[in-house]
Nanobody, 115 residues
Framework: QVELVESGGDFVQAGGSLRLSCAAS????????MNWYRQAPGKQRELVAT???????YYSVSVKGRFTISRDNAKNTVYLQMNNLKPEDTGRYYC?????????WGQGTQVTVSS
């Protein structure tokens, strides 16, 4: 069983920055992929960024160059640094991982970007 708790969401103006955090209840050192997803109203949930155990990263086209994912294995925490935010980045951001053959999700944190 894995509990993921996100924090850091807020209301911000376009061009601003936020850093999201995801605290895991287990040691993430052995977990391969740690993911950030987001879901905008009326849209499907989409993968935003992935950080692997091998320190590789993946970003969706829409956020590449603006967002940075990182993981602190010692703190069992994954971060998403979001810069130059745009109104289309508005949505609920979820931390997720696949652990012992099961997908886990956090409760999400809301990000709202005004124009």
């Amino acid at each position: 069983q894995v509990e993921l708790v996100e924090s850091g969401g807020d209301f911000v103006q376009a061009g601003g920055s936020l850093r999201l955090s995801c605290a895991a209840s287990v040691n993430i050192f052995s977990i391969n992929d740690m993911n950030w997803y987001r879901q905008a109203p009326g849209k499907q949930r989409e993968l935003v960024a992935t950080a692997t155990r091998a320190e590789n990263t993946y970003y969706s086209v829409s956020v590449k160059g603006r967002f940075t994912i990182s993981r602190d294995n010692a703190k069992n925490t994954v971060y998403l640094q979001m810069n130059n935010l745009k109104p289309e980045d508005t949505g609920r951001y979820y931390c997720s991982t696949y652990y012992q053959w099961q997908r886990y999700w956090g409760q999400g944190t809301q990000v709202t970007v005004s124009s």
